[in-house]
């Protein structure tokens, strides 16, 4: 009889077990949001810098004479080639002709007394002074005598270098004074490439590899340049000017002035890669920028990472802090302010390209 009250009561525990387990209400499900997923790109596969140029000579001079006068003859045209050290044009040199005359027989004059003196205080019939006085005066009008000849010279211009005339700036029997450009001149031989670099790519020029450029002129040419200089000062609009030389025998050969598109591409860099992602899938927070990372397991992960740069077709290079993102790997991109760290969530379908919409 004990027996059968002890096998009621664990019926009785039970059931009343499983009354209470029927009358609680469901608990509720974790929401699992639906996210889209982006692929990190590799910058170096994806980006290059593009900048407008323009052909420019190897050398772009404006020649002048050092001495003022009437113009003689000038013995050039325009658009006309010209040898290094060929005479282009010529002042009048009747002044500086007259000029140095008068200084040479001067010149004869106090050299021929000095060396008087200076022999006379060689046998000890001088004094020092007298010495002194010679030999100050000899130099001083071997100056002078040196310096009207210099100047008579200048009277001819000659070309530093073989190129072509541009320009002529000034015609026979007109004035010019010193320092006046009288013909412009430009180099031969292969021209360069002159562009602007804004100071977010002037940062960067350490990692530059290859340039490039087109030309409309010439669809489907390529030519390869090589980096020639860039200034280390910004100039009044914050650009750095970059110079780069066309490769020798290239063809057809551009001449200077025509417009061109220069491309530079980047170098693998060491330690964290450089990504591309969607500028939606970051967040910042704290001073801090964060991206979401897909992991295998459904979750997402907070991914700290540095902007390196903004890109015009709504990207972003960025490059994790901890060495954690890597080309391939999955991001959210869009929604992130509502990810954190551990969550599962939902990759909503990837949309084909012939399915535009998810229509069919």
Known sequence: ???????????AILAG???TACTEPNQPKEMVPSVKLEQVKAASEETSLQYPGKVKA???????????????????????PVQAGQLLAELDPTDYQVQLDATEAQYLQVKAEAERVMALY????????????????????????????????????????????????????????????????????????EINLPAAAYIHRDRFSTFSCTFDLYPGETYSLKPISITPKANANQLYTMRLKLADGAKPMPSPGINTM??????EVEGAPECIVPTSALRTEGGKTLLFTYQ????????????LRLLSNGNAVVKAVDNSLKPGDQV???GVREMKEGIHVKPMPQTSETNVGGLL
């Open 1 to 11: 009889m004990h027996q059968m009250k002890k096998y009621y009561g664990s019926w």
């Open 262 to 267: 220069v491309t530079i591409r980047y170098t």
């Open 332 to 334: 959210v991109a869009a």
């Open 17 to 19: 077990l499983w009354i």
């Open 58 to 80: 190897a050398q772009d001079v404006n020649l002048a004479f050092k001495v003022s006068g009437t113009l003689a003859r000038i013995y050039v045209d325009e658009g006309k």
């Open 122 to 193: 060689q046998e000890g019939a001088a004094t020092t002074d007298a010495n002194d006085k010679a030999t100050y005066g000899l130099k001083q009008i071997t100056a002078k005598y040196k310096h009207h000849q210099d100047e008579l010279a200048y009277t001819k211009l000659y070309a530093p270098f073989s190129g072509a005339i541009q320009k002529r700036i000034f015609e026979e029997h007109e004035t010019v004074g010193a320092g006046m450009p009288v013909l412009s001149m430009i180099s031969g031989g292969t021209p360069e490439v």
């Open 296 to 307: 295998a397991e459904g979750t997402v992960k907070a991914c700290p990472v540095e902007t």
